[in-house]
């Protein structure tokens, strides 16, 4: 059965640094590209950041630029996120998602979620 897990959340102050991992059971995350996307109540979710499987080109949503990076390790079957300086309005859940068909597709496989927390 297919299953995407994020791990790695948890509170930190502004500037502090966390790194998120998701993993997948079921599924080789390099046949897809793979992103990060983060919610918080009553706003819409946010794509932060993704990754090709094919050519290992990234995206960076304008507001984590510079700060956050993301990477995949295909012989972990892992895909990790990067995120330094952070700051109160990053707080967020965090998903792991993955586009069978490309990052601009539809991404078909979401995780549960991950908390995030930056606050003093």
């Known amino acids: 059965q297919l299953q995407l897990v994020e791990s790695g959340g948890g509170s930190v102050q502004p500037g502090g640094s966390l790194r998120l991992s998701c993993s997948a059971t079921?599924?080789?995350?390099?046949?897809?590209?793979v992103g990060w996307f983060r919610q918080v109540p009553g706003k819409e979710r946010e794509g932060v950041s993704w990754i090709s499987s094919k050519t290992g080109n990234t995206y960076y949503a304008d507001s984590v630029k510079g700060r956050f990076t993301i990477a995949r390790d295909d012989a972990k079957n892992m895909v990790y996120l990067e995120m330094n300086t952070l700051k109160p309005e990053d707080t967020a859940v965090y998903y792991c998602?993955?586009?069978?068909?490309?990052?601009?597709?539809?991404?078909?496989?979401w995780g549960q979620g991950t908390q995030v927390t930056v606050s003093s």
């Open positions: 998602a993955a586009a069978h068909r490309g990052c601009r597709a539809r991404f078909e496989y």
């Open positions: 079921g599924y080789t995350l390099s046949y897809a590209c």
